[in-house]
C-alpha cells in the first residue's frame, strides 16, 4: 500500500505564500492531486498533475497555485502565492483513481 506524506503547512499572513510537498513511500506512475478541506465545508480539488506534467486547476484557483511534481524523488509539490484567510483549510494530496490518501497539513492564512 502507497503512503503519501504531506509537509509544509503552518501559519502564514495574507498576501503571503506557501509550498506544499507530498512525498509517496514507492514509484508512483499515475496522476497525483492536491485536495483541500475547511472545517464543515466538503473536501474539493485544488489540482492534479499527470506524470508526464499535464496540469488541471480548480476555478477558485485563479493563477495563484501551481502544480508540480518531481518523479525521481515520488514527491509532488503546490506553490501558493497570494493566499487569502479563505484559504484556510487541511491540504491532502491524492493518488488519483488508487483511493491512497496522505493525512493532510494544516495550512492557516492570518489576516
Known amino acids: 500500500q502507497v503512503q503519501l506524506v504531506e509537509s509544509g503547512g503552518g501559519t502564514v499572513q495574507a498576501g503571503g505564500s506557501v509550498t506544499l510537498s507530498c512525498k509517496a513511500s514507492?514509484?508512483?506512475?499515475?496522476?497525483m492531486g492536491w485536495y483541500r478541506q475547511a472545517p464543515g465545508k466538503q473536501r474539493e480539488l485544488v489540482a492534479t498533475?499527470?506524470?508526464?506534467?499535464?496540469?488541471n486547476y480548480g476555478d477558485f484557483v485563479k493563477g495563484r497555485f501551481t502544480i508540480s511534481r518531481d518523479n525521481s524523488e515520488n514527491t509532488v509539490y503546490l506553490q501558493m502565492n497570494s493566499l487569502k484567510p479563505e484559504d484556510t483549510a487541511v491540504y491532502y494530496c491524492?493518488?488519483?483513481?488508487?483511493?491512497?490518501w496522505g493525512q493532510g497539513t494544516q495550512v492557516t492564512v492570518s489576516s
Open positions: 491524492k493518488l488519483e483513481f488508487s483511493g491512497y
Open positions: 514507492t514509484t508512483v506512475t499515475s496522476t
Open positions: 498533475i499527470t506524470t508526464r506534467g499535464r496540469t
